[in-house]
C-alpha cells in the first residue's frame, strides 16, 4: 500500500542476518550470494507507522513539532498531541492558545505524517463532536492561556478523554506519564526505528542488522 511517496521499507532474511532495502535485490548484498525466494529469505514490507491526520477522523494523533518525522524526528521531546475532529479538521492546544483547523488549511508539511495513537470506532463519531465542543465551550478551553509546562497540549488532550470516557483511555487520562508509557512509548518508539531504517537504507542501500534484534 503506498499512500505516501517515500518508498516501502523491506525487510529479509539472509546469511543469519535481517537485511533491510527497498526493493529486493537478486544478490544477498551482505554476502553476495544469489538470492533465490527460499523459506529463508521471506521478504516482507515493515509496516509504515505514519498517518495523514485529516484523513483520520475522530483520533488522537502526535505529530512532529517541525516538519515530517521521516526528515525531523530527533526524539520525542519534541513531540506534539493533538485531536482531530469527524471531518478531519485539526483541534489542538498550542501557544496561542486553541486552535480548530479545517482539513483544508491544514499544514500538510507537519500534518501529512503523523502517529496515531487512537482512534474511536463510527459509532462513536457524534459523541466525540458533541464532547469536543463541550469541553473547549462550556469547560473552557477556548479562553485558557498555554503553559509550556502546566497547561500543554498534553492537557487538552487528556482534559478532552477524560469526559469522553472511552474504553480503557479514561484510566489513564490522570497521569500523563502512565498515559504515555501506555500510549505514546510504543508508537514513538516503533516510528523512532522505522525511521532509522529507512535512512540507513536510504544512505546505503540497504542496511544489515542482526538476527537478534526485532524487525519489527
Ligand atoms: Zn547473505
Redesign the pocket.
Known amino acids: 500500500m503506498t499512500h505516501n511517496r517515500d518508498p516501502d521499507v523491506v525487510c529479509f532474511k ?2 543469519g ?1 535481517k ?1 533491510f532495502v527497498f526493493a529486493v535485490p537478486s544478490y ?1 548484498p ?4 544469489p538470492l533465490t525466494q527460499s523459506n529463508e529469505v521471506l521478504p516482507f514490507t515493515l509496516p509504515y507507522p505514519f498517518i495523514n491526520a485529516t484523513q483520520s477522523p475522530c483520533s488522537v494523533i502526535l505529530c512532529s513539532s517541525r516538519g515530517d518525522f521521516l526528515s525531523n524526528f530527533r526524539n520525542s521531546v519534541n513531540l506534539h498531541i493533538a485531536l482531530t475532529d469527524s471531518i478531519g479538521s485539526i483541534v489542538e492546544f498550542d501557544s496561542p492558545g486553541l486552535l480548530w483547523t479545517p482539513a483544508r488549511e491544514v499544514d500538510k508539511a507537519q500534518w501529512g505524517q503523523c502517529l496515531l495513537v487512537m482512534q474511536v470506532p463510527e459509532a462513536w463519531f457524534s459523541e466525540w463532536d458533541r464532547m469536543l465542543r463541550m469541553v473547549i465551550d462550556e469547560e473552557g478551553w477556548k479562553r485558557r492561556q498555554y503553559d509550556e509546562e502546566l497547561l500543554n497540549c498534553y492537557s487538552f488532550v487528556l482534559d478532552f478523554l477524560r469526559y469522553l470516557k472511552y474504553e480503557d483511555f479514561s484510566l489513564f487520562v490522570n497521569d500523563r506519564q502512565k498515559f504515555s508509557t501506555k500510549f505514546i512509548v510504543p508508537k514513538s518508539t516503533y516510528a523512532a526505528k522505522y525511521i532509522t531504517i529507512f535512512r540507513r537504507v536510504k544512505e546505503s542501500g540497504c542496511w544489515a542488522d542482526e538476527m537478534n534484534s526485532e524487525c519489527s
Open positions: 539472509h546469511c542476518r537485511i544477498c551482505v554476502c553476495g550470494l
